[in-house]
C-alpha cells in the first residue's frame, strides 16, 4: 500500500532507522534523543511522531514485524500449500538474516534475547509478534499434514521449533563469525530434515 501523506513517509523512513539502531545498539538505548541524532531531525520534531521512548519503542517493533511480513511471510504466500511453502518460509527467512535486511541481523532475535527478563509492554509486543510467527510456521506445518506430505503424528509445534532454530542459529553464527557459508548449512539442514519427514509420510 502506498503512503498518502509526508507525514507517513517522514514515520516510515525514521522507523526503519529507529530498527536498525536497534539491531546494532539495542532497543532498550533507543530514545527520542538518540534517534534525533541518528537522523539529524529535533526532538520536537520526533515528540510529534512519538510521545515517549516506550511509544517509539512499540513502534519499531511493530515496524520491524511488517518488515518481517513483507520480506518473508507475504512471498512465502505465493508458494502452494504443502511442504513448498514451509520451504518457502524457511528460504525467506534465512534469506532475510543472509541480505542483512536490518544491520544487526534479525530484529527479533536480537530484542527478544534484550528484553528476556524485562517485563513490560515492549516484551510483551514482542513475545506477541514472534508467537505470531511460530504459528503461522505451524500452520504452514499442518497444511502440509493435510495434503499428506508430512506425517500426521508428526508434531507441527515440534517440527517448527526445529526449523526456526535452525535459521535463528544462522543469524547468530553469522553475526559472531561473519562466515555466509552458515547460511546454506542451515538450509541443507533444513532440507534434510524436511526429505527425511516426506520419506516417512510417503
Same mark, same amino acid.
Given at each position: 500500500?502506498?503512503?498518502?501523506?509526508?507525514?507517513?513517509?517522514?514515520?516510515?523512513?525514521?522507523?526503519?532507522?529507529?530498527?536498525?539502531?536497534?539491531?546494532?545498539?539495542?532497543?532498550?538505548?533507543?530514545?527520542?534523543?538518540?534517534?534525533?541524532?541518528a537522523t539529524g531531525m529535533s526532538k520536537s520534531g520526533l515528540f510529534a511522531?512519538?510521545? %515517549?521512548?516506550?511509544?517509539?519503542?512499540?513502534?519499531?517493533?511493530?515496524?520491524?514485524?511488517?518488515?518481517?511480513?513483507?520480506?518473508?511471510?507475504?512471498?512465502?504466500?505465493?508458494?502452494?500449500?504443502?511442504?513448498? /511453502?514451509?520451504?518457502?518460509?524457511?528460504?525467506?527467512?534465512?534469506?532475510? %538474516?543472509?541480505?542483512?535486511?536490518?544491520?544487526?541481523?534479525?530484529?527479533?532475535?536480537?530484542?527478544?534475547?534484550?528484553?528476556?527478563?524485562?517485563?513490560?509492554?515492549?516484551?510483551?509486543?514482542?513475545?506477541?509478534?514472534?508467537?505470531?510467527?511460530? %504459528?503461522?510456521?505451524?500452520?504452514?506445518?499442518?497444511?502440509?499434514?493435510?495434503?499428506?506430505?508430512?506425517?500426521q503424528d508428526a508434531s507441527a509445534r515440534d517440527l517448527a521449533f526445529q526449523?526456526?532454530?535452525?535459521?535463528?542459529?544462522?543469524?547468530?553464527?553469522?553475526?559472531?563469525?561473519?562466515?555466509?557459508?552458515?547460511?546454506?548449512?542451515?538450509?541443507?539442514?533444513? /532440507?534434510?530434515?524436511?526429505?527425511?519427514?516426506?520419506?516417512?509420510?510417503?
Amino acid at each position: 500500500m502506498l503512503l498518502e501523506t509526508k507525514g507517513q513517509r517522514t514515520r516510515q523512513a525514521i522507523l526503519d532507522r529507529a530498527a536498525s539502531l536497534a539491531t546494532e545498539e539495542g532497543l532498550e538505548p533507543l530514545s527520542i534523543g538518540r534517534l534525533a541524532e541518528a537522523t539529524g531531525m529535533s526532538k520536537s520534531g520526533l515528540f510529534a511522531h512519538f510521545g %515517549s521512548k516506550e511509544e517509539l519503542q512499540l513502534a519499531t517493533v511493530d515496524h520491524a514485524a511488517s518488515v518481517f511480513v513483507a520480506e518473508v511471510i507475504a512471498p512465502a504466500r505465493e508458494a502452494p500449500k504443502g511442504l513448498a /511453502r514451509v520451504w518457502a518460509l524457511c528460504d525467506h527467512m534465512i534469506g532475510y %538474516s543472509e541480505r542483512q535486511v536490518f544491520p544487526g541481523g534479525c530484529f527479533f532475535a536480537s530484542a527478544s534475547f534484550e528484553f528476556n527478563n524485562r517485563p513490560g509492554p515492549v516484551r510483551d509486543r514482542i513475545t506477541e509478534m514472534l508467537r505470531s510467527w511460530i %504459528s503461522y510456521l505451524e500452520h504452514a506445518i499442518a497444511q502440509a499434514q493435510d495434503v499428506g506430505e508430512l506425517p500426521q503424528d508428526a508434531s507441527a509445534r515440534d517440527l517448527a521449533f526445529q526449523l526456526d532454530a535452525l535459521a535463528q542459529a544462522a543469524n547468530g553464527q553469522y553475526q559472531l563469525f561473519g562466515d555466509d557459508a552458515v547460511f546454506d548449512r542451515a538450509r541443507r539442514a533444513i /532440507r534434510e530434515r524436511l526429505e527425511s519427514l516426506r520419506k516417512i509420510g510417503a
